[in-house]
């Protein structure tokens, strides 16, 4: 097929992956903003297209290329402690910084109550718990966007999170159970992960997506990216290849199996597109990971422009959405996720030390990159 093998991208600099990751935060953030404006569903992009709207497609794609991306970290760390930890260093401190902005600052600030009735109301207390806790993305705060369409809906975003941690928790599980090193087993595993979604889409009647589709779809979308990385030897990423995916979806387009076609084309197309060479757009966005930070404020700046430019359409409100979030995302990069990410050299040594009963004295050191390619 020619082309150029999986394992010959993952080197840090040698892939678009940064660039594809703000794209589909920026997707997302499109995709909301006609949620929040409270247009018509049927205006979202790709909606009436395709089995998913264009914000659907982008969380896909999250989650694909964190199982490629995890997957390596975990055989750079196979510690379960060491990944687990690195996991809760990339999902947490920009979290927690992000709903204490928005419970803190942006709350009271909106809030149709004063200060002294919001800080007081149990409610504010509550959405703190039940949404670093992950329990929802859909806690409300007194008083809080309450008139607008999307109405006390302060950050839907982080509904996925909660997803993501089960992701990394059962590929631990996998790792401390040896099974991860077990190919067989565990592609049986992921091809009963496949079977469930497509009896689901078969054989169930179901109007949307519930919790059960949502689990087999994220986690199928999540091992498809770590089976990539298994595979990263072998598989081909090639023009050739891309024109399969596609026509194997449209294959599927408009049947019960378009979004299963879907998972696996999409898959193959974001992996193809991180292989191409596009130089200054590569290197500028890999100076910093603003795709998270894009992701989780996206939702609640929306809300605020709407609330004060309640005339704004969806399109402009999604530019603007865009260009406020992109600010607070750096911030949120330069003085949160990335100090807490250098800690993460400290994570194997501590375990290291914890295996042995001491306590680890080792200095920071950076986390290497590895090297992907050798076959083992």
């Avoid at 565990?186 to 589709?213: C, H, I, N, Y």
């Avoid at 530019?319 to 406020?324: M, N, Y």
Wanted: proline share 7%; glycine share 10%.
């Amino acid at each position: 097929m020619g082309g150029i093998a999986l394992c010959d991208i993952l080197e840090r600099g040698r892939n678009n992956f940064d660039l594809v990751r703000l794209a589909a935060a920026a997707s997302v953030i499109v995709s909301h903003s006609f949620l929040i404006a409270g247009g018509p569903l049927s205006a979202e992009p790709l909606s009436g297209v395709s089995s998913f709207t264009l914000g659907q497609h982008a969380v896909s794609v999250f989650f694909i290329l964190s199982g490629l991306l995890v997957a390596a970290s975990l055989e750079r760390n196979p510690e379960p402690v060491a990944f687990l930890g690195g996991r809760v260093l990339r999902v947490f401190p920009g979290l927690v910084a992000c709903v204490l902005v928005t419970d803190m600052v942006v709350g009271p600030m909106v809030s149709r109550l004063d200060p002294l009735a919001y800080f007081t109301s149990p409610q504010t207390w509550r959405y703190l718990f039940v949404t670093l806790s992950l329990f929802t993305g859909y806690g409300t705060l007194p008083g809080v966007f309450e008139q607008l369409p999307a109405a006390g809906q302060v950050n839907v975003s982080l509904w996925t999170l909660k997803y993501e941690m089960l992701c990394y928790l059962l590929l631990a599980l996998l790792a401390a159970l040896g099974l991860w090193r077990r190919p067989r087993l565990m592609w049986l595993g992921f091809a009963v992960l496949v079977g469930m979604q497509l009896f689901r889409l078969t054989k169930v009647s179901v109007p949307e997506f519930g919790v059960v589709d949502q689990v087999l779809r994220l986690a199928i979308c999540f091992f498809i990216g770590a089976g990539a990385y298994r595979l990263r030897h072998s598989l081909r990423l090639s023009v050739p290849g891309a024109l399969v995916a596609v026509l194997a979806f449209l294959t599927a387009w408009r049947t019960t199996l378009e979004p299963l076609a879907s998972y696996f084309a999409l898959g193959y197309l974001v992996l193809c597109f991180a292989a191409l060479p596009l130089g200054p757009l590569r290197r500028l966005s890999a100076r910093g990971d603003l795709s998270y930070g894009l992701y989780i404020y996206g939702w609640p700046v929306g809300q605020v422009l709407l609330l004060c430019a309640p005339g704004l359409g969806p399109v402009e409100l999604a530019a603007a959405s865009i260009l406020l979030a992109a600010p607070l995302a750096a911030l949120s990069w330069a003085l949160v996720e990335k100090p807490a990410l250098a800690l993460k050299g400290r994570l194997p040594a501590w375990a290291a030390g914890r295996r042995q009963g001491v306590p680890s004295v080792l200095p920071l050191t950076e986390e290497r990159n590895g090297n992907y390619c050798p076959r083992p």
